[in-house]
């Protein structure tokens, strides 16, 4: 049962619900509305196989830690 991620069209309020069917209605906790739209969530986009690697070269990242291009 995933977790999707909505906005609401009426009241704008951002808000996660458990689907547990396709058709399950889903409506707004704030407002009541039914007109919802389902959002690209960022483990959707992020949640790829390959891990991102933020230092580069030698050294443990972060400034001063070799990986900020720094210097120091």
Request: glycine letters at 16%.
């Amino acid at each position: 049962m995933p977790i999707y991620e909505y906005a609401c069209m009426e009241c704008e309020e951002h808000f996660e619900e458990l689907v547990r069917s396709e058709q399950q209605v889903v409506t707004c906790p704030t407002c009541g509305a039914a007109k919802v739209l389902k959002q690209l969530s960022a483990f959707a986009v992020h949640g790829a196989a390959v891990k991102p690697s933020f230092a580069s070269g030698s050294g443990g990242g972060g400034c001063c830690g070799g990986g900020c291009g720094c210097g120091h």
